[in-house]
């Protein structure tokens, strides 16, 4: 067990000491045959403090909230390539200030897995509502997840499509991104 201590003071580069009854719990489960080892502990710490939820019922839940939606975006930062959040923010006339934040996963410990053909992405996440007019920017580290036929300057896209498009940029460079914008462009353009 201090084995375990020593491991975890050495990562976080600071001194962790386990109190007495921690330690006899500890010795106690691994007399019991409970595995005590580093992934394990963390995973059983992540497990205790987290909620998993997929990209999907993010969204299912904004549309279950908020009857009128614009546009919903997901901001992957600090990008697409290893994002760590995902800032999701909705556009609707719904919503109470130019930043509101509803009671959907802002409880400060969800995190979102997004899953793509490669690779499953975990990463932070936050909702957050506007009533500020939505924009049709989308850049390598902002996706359109959807965007209804109303919102002028802006081509409609659906859930899936969007959803599609940030599976698609995921694990991208931002270089990578361009190119793959520019030749969805020109598609559409010609």
């Known amino acids: 067990m201090v084995d375990l201590f020593d491991h975890l003071s050495d990562e976080l580069g600071t001194t962790i000491k386990a109190s007495e009854r921690t330690k006899r719990r500890l010795d106690r489960r691994t007399r019991m045959g409970v595995d005590n080892s580093y992934d394990d ?6 497990d205790a403090t987290m909620e998993m939820v997929s990209i999907e019922e993010v969204i299912d839940a904004i549309t279950d909230f908020y009857d009128d939606i614009a546009m919903i975006k997901a901001d992957t930062l600090p990008s697409c390539e290893n994002p760590s959040k995902v800032i999701i923010t909705v556009h609707t006339g719904e919503a109470g200030s130019l930043e509101d934040h509803p009671p959907i996963f802002n409880q400060g410990n969800e995190y979102v897995k997004i899953k793509t053909d490669d690779e499953t992405y975990v990463a ?67």
Do not use: C
């Open 41 to 46: 502990v963390i995973n059983r710490l992540l």
């Open 124 to 190: 932070f996440v936050r909702v957050m509502a506007t009533f500020d007019g939505p924009g049709t920017l989308e850049t390598s580290e902002r996706t359109t997840l959807y965007m209804n036929d109303n919102v002028l300057g802006g081509e409609p896209v659906s859930i899936d499509e969007g959803l599609e498009r940030l599976r698609t940029k995921l694990g991208m460079d931002h270089e990578e991104i361009r190119e793959w914008n520019r030749e969805r462009e020109e598609q559409s353009n010609g």
